[in-house]
């Protein structure tokens, strides 16, 4: 069990407390966005005082995947595209956990993709936390199958001609009962976001777009990190409410953030309870809130 015990002190980051500072430096490019993410993640735990004993943080592999190992929380750095499968075991088994998945574009909806869109139609309980760079970063940037069109990738010199997802609209119309998109300039709403996200119930997606500064910048000339911080200023457009099918993202063109869908519906857990407890009445034993074996 790894808990946050003393605040910061006057000498540290405010957010210190929150990660494992012995495996500080990290591995992240200077100007990446993957590091402002988690210093918003970090204080959203902090500002919803949710019990650290209770949350658990999953990733995959990637650039993004490391995040799970730098936060001090329990933490599981699973294999490539199966965060959100292990998350799922996680929380059946322990219901009682506030269960995170932070991983790439890449680990979550190339290679993992088919587990995003199952648990999200399935209203698993998991927030997911989806840092997009548009490519995979930590192996070369290669097209990933958020690369805008035209984008060049280190796989596609001439530019990208797949059409790329709208992740909005790919977790909305699964079944997503919270879908929210930011840039890595959002701070302020970006942690708001999450902080929402900790307190709604089901498949919950907040997006944030944080183009690989080393990668997907160089290789499309699109200057330094400040640069892009620019583009976020100048490009992106806040449509709260805005239909998640609405919001494709364009090669340099506008980024519609905002928060998209926010449902209150029956998670996978509920569905479960009521169907059991209908069809096998006293006989169903759900799993108690600690966990355990239902068949002991
Ligand atoms: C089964 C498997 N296939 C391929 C890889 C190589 N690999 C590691 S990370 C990665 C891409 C990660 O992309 P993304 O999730 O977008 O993360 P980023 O580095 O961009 O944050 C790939 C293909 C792997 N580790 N395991
Ligand atoms: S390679 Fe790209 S995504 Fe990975 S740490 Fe560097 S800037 Fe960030
Ligand atoms: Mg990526």
């Known amino acids: 069990m790894t808990t946050v015990t003393e605040p910061a002190a006057d000498h540290e980051h405010p957010v210190s407390p929150y990660l494992r500072m012995d495996r500080i430096p990290?591995?992240?490019?200077?100007?990446?966005?993957?590091?402002?993410?988690?210093?918003?993640?970090?204080?959203?735990?902090?500002?919803?005082?949710?019990?650290?004993?209770?949350?658990?943080?999953?990733?995959?592999?990637?650039?993004?995947?490391?995040?799970?190992?730098?936060?001090?929380?329990?933490?599981?750095?699973?294999?490539?595209?199966?965060?959100?499968?292990?998350?799922?075991?996680?929380?059946?088994?322990?219901?009682?956990?506030?269960?995170?998945?932070?991983?790439?574009d890449g680990d979550l909806v190339g290679i993992g993709g088919n587990h995003f869109v199952h648990a999200a139609r399935r209203r698993m309980d998991l927030l997911v936390v989806l840092v997009n760079n548009f490519i995979y970063g930590m192996t070369g940037g290669q097209n990933a199958p958020t690369t805008p069109l035209s984008a060049k990738s280190s796989t596609m010199p001439y530019g990208n001609f797949e059409p790329p997802f709208n992740l909005p609209h790919l977790a909305a119309s699964c079944g997503a009962t919270y879908v929210a998109r930011w840039t890595s300039l959002h701070t302020r709403r970006l942690t708001r976001s999450f902080k929402e996200a900790i307190t709604r119930r089901g498949f919950r997606l907040v997006e944030v777009i944080a183009p690989c500064s080393t990668l997907y910048a160089r290789l499309n000339k699109l200057g330094t990190g400040f640069d892009l911080m620019r583009f976020y200023h100048d490009n992106a457009e806040i449509r709260h409410g805005a239909d998640p099918a609405d919001v494709p993202i364009a090669f340099q063109g506008k980024i519609v953030c905002g928060k998209f869908v926010d449902e209150e519906l029956p998670t996978f857990d509920d569905l479960m309870h009521e169907h059991y407890g209908k069809t096998l009445g006293d006989e169903y034993v759900p799993m108690p809130p600690e966990g355990g074996w239902i068949h002991e």
């Open 26 to 104: 990290h591995i992240w490019c200077p100007t990446c966005g993957i590091g402002t993410v988690v210093k918003c993640f970090a204080t959203a735990l902090e500002e919803t005082e949710v019990d650290l004993n209770k949350v658990s943080i999953v990733s995959g592999i990637g650039c993004t995947g490391r995040v799970a190992g730098y936060m001090k929380l329990d933490a599981f750095h699973t294999t490539h595209g199966r965060a959100v499968p292990f998350a799922t075991g996680l929380k059946l088994g322990r219901p009682e956990l506030l269960v995170v998945v932070f991983s790439g």
